[in-house]
C-alpha cells in the first residue's frame, strides 16, 4: 500500500464504525509500513487490510476491508487468503498469527486455518470518573518499566509500536507503582468519535479500577469505548461499574498456538486491529 492510500482505508474503516483512533494507522505504517496490502484497480484502491509483523515472532490480521461495491464476488477471500499466506512468509516457522474477527465470519476463519480462543467484547458510555493521586503520568515513567510490564501481556515484544503508542498526540496514560514496581498501566485515545482506552492492563481488578476511573477523570463527559476479553470476568463486571454498556464485539482467534496471555490482567484490549 502507498502512503496517499492510507486515508481512504481509515475512511472506510470509519464507515464500518470501527471508529479508529486518530493516531493508529498511521503509527502501525511508520513501525511496518509492509504490513499494508493494497488490491488496486486501474490504480485506485479497492481492497486492503493489514499483516503486522512484531519482530517475526508473532502476527497480527487487521483491517481486512473490500469496497462496498465490490464486495460478494470472491475478492475478499483472494484477498484475506493473500494476506495469511504473505504473514506467515514474514515470520519465523511455528509462529502464531492473531486476529479479532466479527462473529459472523467466524466459520470463515476456522476454514482459514485459525481457531477460536474467546471473544473480545466492546463496552461503550460516557466517561466519568475521579483523580487519583496515586496514579502517575505514563509519559514521566521510565520506557523500560513499561515495556518489561507490557512483554508479560503480550505474545511478543512491540517495544517500538509501545514507544509511538504511548507519545500519540491527545492520549493519556496513567501507571501505578507498588513497593517500586510497576502493577498497572494503561491508555485512552482519541478517535474518529470520543476515546477509546487501550490498552489496559493489571495485576487486579481493584488497581484497574482506580486507574481507569483517574484515565475517564481526563476526558470527562467524552464517549468512551473499552475492548475487555470476555474470559476476564471481572474485566465485564468493571466496564459496567463505570456505565458502560455492551455495544459490539470481535472473536479473537490464532492461527497456530494460542499464545498463553494472562487475560485475567488484560482489563483492555489494545486495538481490535493490531492486537
Not at 511496518?32 to 485506485?44: H, K, Q, S, T
Not at 479497492?46 to 469496497?67: D, E, P
Not at 487486579?204 to 481526563?218: E, K, P, T, V
Amino acid at each position: 500500500m502507498r502512503a496517499d492510500e492510507l486515508a481512504t482505508l481509515e475512511q472506510w474503516a470509519a464507515q464500518e464504525h470501527w471508529n479508529p483512533g486518530a493516531a493508529d494507522v498511521r503509527i502501525a505504517w511508520e513501525v511496518d509500513p509492509d504490513a499494508f496490502v493494497a488490491v488496486r484497480e486501474g490504480g485506485e484502491l479497492i481492497a486492503g487490510g493489514t499483516i503486522m509483523s512484531y519482530g517475526g515472532q508473532f502476527g497480527f490480521m487487521g483491517l481486512f476491508i473490500v469496497r462496498g461495491d465490490l464486495r460478494g464476488a470472491g475478492l475478499g477471500t483472494a484477498l484475506w487468503t493473500y494476506r495469511r499466506d504473505r504473514l506467515i512468509g514474514r515470520l519465523s516457522p511455528g509462529s502464531s498469527i492473531g486476529m479479532d474477527g466479527v462473529f459472523d465470519m467466524v466459520p470463515f476463519y476456522e476454514r482459514g486455518g485459525f481457531s477460536l480462543a474467546y471473544r473480545d467484547l466492546r463496552f461503550e458510555g460516557t466517561a466519568t470518573g475521579s483523580a487519583d493521586a496515586s496514579v502517575a503520568d505514563l509519559r514521566n515513567v521510565p520506557f523500560d518499566a513499561i515495556d518489561q510490564y507490557d512483554r508479560r501481556h503480550v505474545p511478543a515484544p512491540r517495544s517500538e509500536f509501545l514507544r509511538k503508542w504511548i507519545a500519540q498526540p491527545g492520549a493519556h496514560g496513567g501507571a501505578l507503582f507498588e513497593h517500586g514496581q510497576l502493577v498497572a498501566y494503561g491508555m485512552v485515545r482519541p478517535c474518529r468519535i470520543g476515546f477509546k482506552v487501550g490498552p489496559l492492563f493489571a495485576d487486579n481488578a481493584d488497581l484497574a479500577d482506580r486507574l481507569l476511573g483517574h484515565l475517564f477523570s481526563l476526558i470527562d463527559g467524552e464517549q468512551v469505548q473499552l475492548d475487555v476479553p470476555e474470559p476476564n470476568q471481572s474485566g465485564l463486571g468493571l466496564a459496567q461499574q463505570h456505565g458502560l454498556v455492551e455495544s459490539f464485539g470481535c472473536a479473537r482467534l490464532y492461527l497456530g498456538p494460542h499464545p498463553a496471555l494472562p487475560v485475567h490482567r488484560i482489563f483492555g484490549v489494545t486495538s481490535f486491529e493490531f492486537g
